[in-house]
Structure formats: C-alpha cells, structure tokens
C-alpha cells in the first residue's frame, strides 16, 4: 500500500457544482494531515490543515477518519478558479517529513 | 515581504556539468527542503536540514548535494551523477519539522538537460 494515495482524477465538473476528494494513507501512527492546492507549472500552497474534529474554512471542508485512514476535502459551489491540482499531504508519525500524495485535478466548467 | 526565493526560474544544462539551484528564504524558518517533481508525480524529498550546519538524505539524495551554511540559504547541486536530472525543483522551508508546521514553497525552477 502506497503511504499516500489519492483518487486518480481527473474531475471535471460544472460551475456550483460540490466535489469530493478522498485520500488513505497507511501510516496508523500519522499526527499530521494537509490538504495543498497546486496551479499549473506552479508551487503548492497551502489549502488547509485538517484536524481530528474536521475543520471548515469558507466553501472548503476537511475531515479526517483516523480508524480508517482516511482524509476528505470537499468544495461547495465550485468557482472557475478552483481549477488546480489538489495534493493530499500526511506527516507520518515520528517522522520530520511530509509525504505527498500525487495529486487529484480538478477542471470547473463555466 | 516575507517569502521564499528560488533561482533561476529556468535553467538549461549540458549533459555531464554541475548546476547549482539557489534558495533564500526571510521568514526565519529554521527548516528548509527540497523537492523534485516529475510531469503526474507526487513531490520527492530530495534533502532536508533542520538547522545550520546540518542537513539529512531525503528519499532520492543521489546525484544531489547540499550545503546549509546560512539560515536563510539552501543551495542544491544536482551533478553529473545524477542521471535523469530534467524536472521541476521545489525548495521549501517551514518554523519547526514536527507537528502542525506546515511548508510553504518557492516559486520552483524548471532544469532541463540538453
């Protein structure tokens, strides 16, 4: 099993659409959990942390299912803009580093 | 303005040379990283440093080199013995390597091998 692994994409949807992005990761002992947004030949930038009790953050919620191993994030109300690469990111237990996901794309549509 | 700072933006390099990609970042962050990414590829650690003077292998360190001599620079070399050279290099630097510490990233330098 991959320690990061993402839906494959890609997603394309419409605008105002809602969209959902699954990420498990294998590492039980993982504290640490991201969710990065990526542009086209662009650097990643934070999106958001996501913590134990699910967090929010305008149209953008994350959630996290640690009996599972599982992240979520998902976009109300999509926007053009929202067109990126979203990177799930997990910090496995004891470890000083992250662990990148390879990314879910997502087209919104006009 | 704090952020972080990569050049050159596009680099071109003969097969068989050494290229230096730099990295400055002015946010005082005491971690700095860099990554490799290729076309539909997660990031790859490439090398990280936790403080001055000290600096750890990531997952991919061969054919790479790296110094940490001041705070705010991390300079890789990607050498000759490097032999698929040709991504997109990430240098990234967060306050701390535990926890909640996020990383934020420089704008990247494209190398390709000629």
């Known amino acids: 099993r991959k320690e990061v692994e993402q839906d494959p994409g890609p997603f394309n949807v419409p605008e105002g659409a809602t969209v959902a992005f699954n990420c498990t990761y294998s590492n039980s002992a993982s504290q640490s959990f991201f969710w990065y947004r990526q542009d086209c030949r662009k650097e990643p930038k934070l999106l958001m942390s996501?913590?134990?009790s699910g967090n929010e953050d305008g149209r953008f919620t994350a959630q996290l299912n640690r009996a599972s191993q599982y992240i979520s994030l998902l976009i109300r109300d999509s926007k053009l803009s929202d067109s990126a690469t979203y990177l799930c990111v997990v910090r496995p237990g004891g470890s000083e580093k992250l662990v990148f996901g390879k990314g879910t794309k997502l087209t919104v549509n006009p | 303005d704090g952020g972080i700072t990569q050049s050159p933006k596009y680099l071109f390099r003969k097969e068989g040379q050494n290229v230096t990609l730099s990295c400055e970042q002015n946010l005082n962050h005491d971690a700095m990283y860099w990554y490799r990414q290729d076309p539909g590829q997660g990031l790859r650690l490439i090398y990280y440093?936790?403080?001055?003077?000290?600096?750890q292998k990531g997952d991919i360190a061969e054919g790479y080199s790296v110094s940490r001599e001041k705070k705010e620079s991390f300079p890789l070399t990607v050498t000759s013995a490097q032999k698929n050279p040709t991504a997109f290099y990430l240098c990234?630097?967060?306050?701390?390597?535990?926890?909640?510490?996020?990383?934020?990233f420089g704008p990247g330098t494209r190398l390709t091998v000629l």
């Open positions: 996501v913590y134990s």
């Open positions: 990234a630097s967060s306050s701390g390597t535990g926890g909640e510490n996020e990383q934020f």
């Open positions: 440093s936790q403080i001055v003077n000290d600096f």
